[in-house]
């Protein structure tokens, strides 16, 4: 068995009324917190005044969209002013991405394009994080278990990630329950975004044993779940939507990922689209892609075993195409696109010189 490594947040707690429990161990973080919230604060009022119970003196943060420069270093400054000893992000990805940009580069030296990748100079972080705890509010990025956080760079129409091992969270609470009713379109795109990041790091090179053993249960029930809840809400889908989240965060922090993402990143810098609906509209493609790459038997059975899930979420053959057009709960997710949740494959375009990229 080849050699591996698995790294992770110091502590995960998974579970439904796990966010309620979980307030102490929070509380402990830190005397004065940054809770990161998403564009409507009050959500997150019980958490304040939950925290505020046990002593924690709270300075609130907003993000209303996904992070760029000016945001996190927005959060930063307030970060600083408040003096603050920990920062806590409940919220989407986005949001959890800014609190965990925020709580890497409170103490840093340097200025934030020297640690970016691909813009600026990929530099380790020169002092330690302030310690980070996230609460997801949405089942699709996994990145309350991961060391990075991914931020637009407007100047340079990128997406990119700040990164460091010392990065990963140290209390990751996963509760099914903050993502109940969460509004279809953002549950299909995440959703999807999710089922991405078991299927990638399932087909990378980098795969190891644990990390197939994550996978390999992951992609029909993040797929199924999927479907069920485009049906109706449903409380045991929203409980296997996040596990499978979890399991993508898990998984792509320690196996990479592939060729959807390697795409998804530098379209949503140049399209703004979101990144979710970006990975939805890839994804066939990409398994497609993938399929056709190579002969390589072991890569091969990994890619039939995803063309069976497929089928089964679709109903269509070929099997990769039924993401797109399957019949049932979805309708093709090219109708979705047309909702407003994924979008069309003809959509996902950018503008250079004012003029579509196609």
């Known amino acids: 068995m080849t050699a591996f490594a698995f790294a992770t947040a110091d502590m995960i707690r998974f579970g439904r009324g796990e966010a309620v429990q979980a307030v102490p161990a929070l509380a402990a973080l830190g005397a004065r917190v940054l809770l990161v919230t998403g564009a409507t604060p009050v959500r997150a009022d019980w958490l304040k005044d939950a925290l505020e119970a046990e002593g924690v003196a709270v300075t609130v943060f907003s993000v209303g969209k996904e992070p760029d420069v000016s945001l996190v270093e927005a959060g930063l400054a307030l970060a600083r002013d408040a003096q603050v000893q920990a920062v806590i992000a409940i919220g989407g990805g986005a ?180 990144h979710g609906a970006i990975c939805g509209a890839l994804l066939p493609h990409g398994l497609s892609a993938n399929a056709e790459a190579g002969d390589d038997h072991e890569l091969q059975a990994r890619i039939a075993e995803c063309r069976r899930d497929c089928r089964a979420f679709g109903g269509a053959d070929p099997a990769f195409e039924a993401l797109h057009t399957g019949r049932g709960a979805f309708d093709g997710l090219d109708a979705q696109g047309r ?12 503008r250079r010189e004012g003029k579509p990229w196609r």
């Open 95 to 274: 949001v959890v991405d800014a609190g965990k940009a925020i709580a890497a580069l409170t103490r840093a030296t340097r200025p934030m394009l020297d640690h970016l990748e691909v813009v600026g100079k990929g530099l380790p972080l020169d002092t330690a994080p302030l310690p980070f705890a996230a609460l997801p509010t949405t089942a699709g990025t996994g990145a309350e278990v991961t060391k990075n956080a991914v931020i637009a760079v407007p100047e340079a129409q990128r997406k990119v990630s700040l990164r460091d091992p010392r990065m990963l969270p140290k209390l990751a609470i996963v509760d099914p329950a903050l993502t109940d009713n969460c509004p279809r379109g953002v549950t299909l795109a995440s959703g999807l975004d999710a089922v991405t990041q078991v299927i990638e790091p399932y087909l990378s090179s980098k795969a190891n044993p644990l990390t197939d053993a994550i996978c390999r249960d992951a992609i029909p029930k993040g797929l199924m779940a999927i479907q069920q809840i485009m049906r109706a809400e449903d409380t045991g889908a929203r409980d296997a939507l996040a596990w499978v989240s979890l399991c993508g965060g898990l998984a792509l922090a320690n196996s990479g990922l592939g060729v959807v993402h390697g795409l998804a990143g530098p379209l949503g810098g140049l399209s703004n689209a979101a």
């Open 339 to 350: 909702g407003g949740a994924v979008p069309r494959r003809d959509a996902v375009r950018t």
